[in-house]
């Protein structure tokens, strides 16, 4: 399981709306998608940005230690699942971004080459396509809410805004 970042109180705000985004694309609600991130600054942006990387670099320790190591070949299928549920006018470029990953390509590049906002879309569907494929869709949801879960509880950092989704949906 995702270990909760334990950060800066200023990075609250962009480590739930990580957490939440991944949750809208696990549960391909490309509503919460769109719009999750519509009154983020710049700075917030970035600092999303971080987080997802810090949670792929997480996942991917979590991953090996449990033996499920996910080539990133093999996640074309789950890719553009996934990339459906990005707002209309980022599914395009992310979609694409992914089958090139999934092709070979380097993520950094492609990630510098696009806005923030597509940046932070693109790192949660990876991260979201890469847990899917190996827990399955119900266990990468689970895996999402125990997360959610251990952060409000044990840290004590509750979500600071109203939950997207519903809980266990």
């Given amino acids: 399981m995702t270990k ?41 942006l970035g600092d999303l940005v971080g987080v997802l990387i810090d949670m792929h670099n997480q996942d991917l320790t979590d991953l090996s230690s449990l033996g499920a190591a996910v080539a ?19 599914e395009f470029a992310i979609t694409t971004v992914l089958r090139d990953v999934a092709g070979g390509a380097d993520m950094t590049a492609a990630l510098k080459s696009l806005a923030p906002v ?11 396509a890469m847990n899917v494929s190996a827990f399955g869709r119900a266990g990468c949801q689970r895996r999402l809410e125990a997360t959610a879960e251990i952060t409000e509880q044990d840290l004590g950092k509750p979500r600071p805004y109203p939950q997207p989704l519903p809980a266990g949906r």
């Fill in 4 to 44: 909760p970042l334990d950060r800066d109180p200023a990075l609250d705000v962009p480590m739930w709306r990580a957490l939440d985004l991944q949750r809208a694309y696990a549960y391909r609600d490309r509503g919460v998608a769109a719009t999750i991130l519509d009154d983020l600054d710049g700075a917030q």
């Fill in 72 to 90: 990133v070949s093999a996640l074309r299928s789950e890719f553009d699942q996934v990339a459906a549920c990005a707002p209309a006018e980022s």
């Fill in 118 to 128: 597509a940046r932070a879309h693109l790192l949660a569907a990876y991260v979201t």
